[in-house]
T-cell receptor
Framework: DVKVTQSSRYLVKRTGEKVFLECVQD?????MFWYRQDPGLGLRLIYF???????EKGDIPEGYSVSREKKERFSLILESASTNQTSMYLC?????????????FGEGSWLTVV | AQKVTQAQTEISVVEKEDVTLDCVYE???????LFWYKQPPSGELVFLIR??????QNEISGRYSWNFQKSTSSFNFTITASQVVDSAVYFC????????????FGQGTELSVKP
């Protein structure tokens, strides 16, 4: 079965803390994505990665960075968390081939920054 | 620019009613893919269907059916004989070929099915 696992479902962090959100997929997918979901704004792409050590900015990369040292793992990093980063974060993965592949999502991580 | 619009923010129906969720997309590209995802309260996005731009055949899967019409740039989703377990937020999304597989989401439609 396809599996995208996000390490933490619920986190509460303080303003200014460095936050790591981890995502692991077991499908040998090349593509991995981080989205954030907010009421009224839908899902917005933060960063994506086509391969190990490759990354590209999505629509809202400010305040975030990513790391992909191994094919199965894609980490989202909030260097200095702020309250406006309180949100639901969703990781996803897919095979490449132009974009016609199904994109699988993890269960989401609810982050609250206080 | 590409865009997906789900004009219905919330829909409420009574169990066993049929319900259609609307999705309209915009793109100038000729090769693209359309998706529907379901998001139950637990938060995970569950894949429902994928359609490519060259395949306008309607699809039926149990109580679910999808109507893809390129002429109106629509990809509507119908649930027949709705059930309480269908209550969720449903997202329509667009992927443009060779743009990295990035999903462009609509705002989502929250469906509430009451017993």
């Amino acid at each position: 079965d396809v599996k995208v696992t996000q390490s933490s479902r619920y986190l509460v962090k303080r303003t200014g803390e460095k936050v790591f959100l981890e995502c692991v997929q077991d499908m040998d997918h090349e593509n991995m994505f981080w989205y954030r979901q907010d009421p009224g704004l839908g899902l917005r792409l933060i960063y994506f990665s086509y391969d190990v050590k490759m990354k590209e900015k999505g629509d809202i990369p400010e305040g975030y960075s990513v790391s992909r040292e191994k094919k199965e793992r894609f980490s989202l990093i909030l260097e200095s968390a702020s309250t406006n980063q309180t949100s639901m974060y969703l990781c996803a993965s897919s095979l490449p081939r132009g974009g016609g592949n199904t994109i699988y999502f993890g269960e989401g991580s609810w982050l609250t920054v206080v | 620019a590409q865009k997906v619009t789900q004009a219905q923010t919330e829909i409420s129906v009574v169990e066993k009613e049929d319900v259609t969720l609307d999705c309209v997309y915009e793109t100038r590209d000729t090769t693209y893919y359309l998706f529907w995802y379901k998001q139950p309260p637990s938060g995970e996005l569950v894949f429902l269907i994928r359609r490519n731009s060259f395949d306008e055949q309607n699809e039926i899967s149990g109580r679910y059916s999808w109507n893809f019409q390129k002429s109106t740039s629509s990809f509507n989703f119908t649930i027949t004989a709705s059930q309480v377990v269908d209550s969720a937020v449903y997202f329509c999304a667009l992927v443009i070929y060779n743009q990295g597989g990035k999903l462009i989401f609509g705002q989502g439609t929250e469906l509430s099915v009451k017993p």
